[in-house]
Nanobody, 118 residues
Framework: VQLQASGGGLVQPGGSLRLSCAAS????????MGWYRQAPGNERELVAS???????NHVDSVKGRFTITRDIAKNTVYLQMNSLKPEDTAVYYC?????????????WGQGTQVTVSS
């Protein structure tokens, strides 16, 4: 399984960015895709996740500003980020995971840098 992320960059405070991540390979039909981020000196943290059924979870610090969506047919997950703040600066990683019977899987993308600065 491979995850290809794109869409990061430099943006001013209050601006917007849209991250995309396409998954390819042998993917179990029921899975959770998500975005995590890691700022320098911090641990990687969950930003938002979405199931194949469409159930979403957003961490409190991004609620009302970020929205996660996915295109099931394309195995692609998106993160629309609005009203960006300097504290959103981090490397953003996409993730896909599932559990099937006795097996589980957890894959990461390569990370994309998001920098919010004036």
């Amino acid at each position: 399984v491979q995850l290809q992320a794109s869409g990061g960059g430099l943006v001013q405070p209050g601006g917007s960015l849209r991250l995309s991540c396409a998954a390819s390979g042998s993917i179990f039909g029921r899975n959770i895709m998500g975005w995590y981020r890691q700022a320098p000196g911090n641990e990687r943290e969950l930003v938002a996740s979405i199931t194949t059924g469409g159930a979403t979870n957003h961490v409190d610090s991004v609620k009302g500003r970020f929205t996660i969506t996915r295109d099931i047919a394309k195995n692609t997950v998106y993160l629309q980020m609005n009203s960006l703040k300097p504290e959103d600066t981090a490397v953003y990683y996409c993730n896909i995971q599932w559990t099937y019977g006795w097996t589980s899987a957890n894959y990461w993308g390569q990370g994309t840098q998001v920098t919010v600065s004036s």
